[in-house]
């Protein structure tokens, strides 16, 4: 899965990020490989695919979680290093 494009989105909140969830699933083939609770209210979704596909489902997951979080943040990697696409499989910096 190497040649994958991996892309995340952030937002403040569990309902901001499911939104971007279902609607980036709704609107592209993108694969959710994880939600994660960061930290300090902080959720994140990561999805991967091919890179317009990728790039699609994370503009469309931004602009959904803006309908309900003034805090979103979102990075798309084209062709990313081992370690990235470790952490969008199975991330580490996950608090419980």
Not at 6 to 14: C, H, I, L, P, T
């Amino acid at each position: 899965m190497r040649n994958m494009a991996v892309g995340f989105v952030e937002a403040e909140g569990f309902t901001p990020v499911f939104d971007a969830v279902d609607a980036m699933v709704k609107a592209t083939e993108v694969e959710v490989t994880k939600v994660v609770r960061l930290g300090g209210g902080i959720v994140a979704v990561a999805v991967r695919g091919d890179l317009a596909t990728v790039e699609e489902a994370v503009d469309i997951g931004e602009e959904t979680a803006r309908a309900k979080s003034r805090s979103v943040r979102s990075i798309v990697f084209a062709s990313p290093c081992d370690a990235v696409s470790a952490l969008a499989a199975d991330p580490q910096l996950v608090g419980n």
